[in-house]
Nanobody, 122 residues
Framework: QVELVESGGGSVQAGGSLTLSCAVSDYPASVGCMGWFRQAPGKEREGVATINIYNRANYADSVKGRFTISSNNDKNIVYLEMNSLKPEDSAMYYC????????????????WGQGTQVTVSS
């Protein structure tokens, strides 16, 4: 059973930075994509960033230029570096992984983490 465990969430002031990490256990060789989704209270869940097996990164327009997704060489840890954070970035952030390769952030993941909270104050 694939398990995703997020860490690195917290509270920060607007303009600050946070880096989220996600460790994937029992990582299957067939995983084609890893990424991050977020959901704020009363809002729809949205894809924030994904990275595929070819190391192609994809970003939502709302975070381009501010967030960077990366993974380690073994592709069993994925990071989300978040800079210039805004109050509207506040949400529960979920690490995801999937079997299909991703070429965008509109992605149907097979595996989800429990989430880590990010709160940005103005």
């Amino acid at each position: 059973q694939v398990e995703l465990v997020e860490s690195g969430g917290g509270s920060v002031q607007a303009g600050g930075s946070l880096t989220l990490s996600c460790a994937v256990s029992d990582y299957p060789a067939s995983v084609g994509c890893m990424g991050w989704f977020r959901q704020a209270p009363g809002k729809e869940r949205e894809g924030v960033a994904t990275i595929n097996i070819y190391n192609r990164a994809n970003y939502a327009d709302s975070v381009k230029g501010r967030f960077t997704i990366s993974s380690n060489n073994d592709k069993n840890i994925v990071y989300l570096e978040m800079n210039s954070l805004k109050p509207e970035d506040s949400a529960m952030y979920y690490c995801v992984a999937g079997l299909a390769t991703c070429y965008g952030t509109d992605y149907s993941a097979n595996y989800w983490g429990q989430g880590t909270q990010v709160t940005v104050s103005s």
